[in-house]
């Protein structure tokens, strides 16, 4: 009898612990929830963030951007993920993003995104063996030139050259002989404003 009594003993008092462990603010104690910026303005090739954040009936506040439900009204201008935005294959035109946090919703945040115009690759100079980096700029729609291009480009290469792509940054890696290598933006087929691929050869004796 007397073991039963520890035993329940100690189940009730896990019982009560994890039950306090995972208690959560009442609705009635949230005021709004809200997305930290109105708009965001963002190149057609870069990526942007945004966070959320719970406002309480007490004036107090916590960051809740990794537990809210992220959403676009048009992916392909512009996807969200955890706060984590990246352009589209329209290259360019404006998304609103939107949050729900359990069962609560907040005012849309508007992404405007500026159009890539055309692009070019700029480091023709590989002319030994080893690895390179990969780098090409672009003209975009506000009159921007010559601005690196981290997102929506794809680097391809002929002659058993390889390409890896780590943090945004192409590496090629090349032998001797002839190569070409050809940069496609916007997954070129799929997008509404179609810009040719760039080609640059290069030889290495």
Request: proline share 2%; hydrophobic share 35%; charged share 15%.
């Amino acid at each position: 009898m007397k073991l039963f009594t520890i035993t329940l003993y100690a189940t009730m008092i896990l019982f009560f612990t994890s039950c306090g462990d995972n208690t959560e603010t009442p609705l009635s104690d949230i005021s709004h929830i809200e997305i930290d910026s109105p708009t965001t303005t963002m190149y057609a090739t870069d990526a942007a963030s945004l966070s959320a954040t719970v406002y309480y009936t007490d004036a107090t506040t916590a960051d809740v951007t990794g537990q809210v439900t992220w959403s676009s009204s048009d992916s392909s201008i512009a996807s969200v993920s955890g706060g984590n935005i990246v352009a589209g294959n329209s290259n360019g035109g404006d998304a609103n993003i939107t949050i729900k946090y359990r069962g609560l919703t907040a005012s849309p945040s508007l992404v405007s995104v500026i159009g890539l115009t055309g692009f070019s690759i700029t480091n023709a100079d590989i002319n030994t063996t080893g690895e390179h980096i990969l780098q090409a700029k672009g003209n975009f729609s506000d009159g921007t030139t010559e601005k690196v291009i981290v997102k929506n480009i794809v680097w391809t290469a002929t002659n058993s050259a390889t390409i890896e792509v780590a943090n945004d940054i192409a590496t090629i890696t090349v032998s001797t002989g002839d190569t070409n290598v050809t940069a496609t933006m916007f997954e070129e087929t799929n997008s509404s404003s179609s810009i040719a691929p760039e080609t640059v050869s290069y030889t290495v004796n």
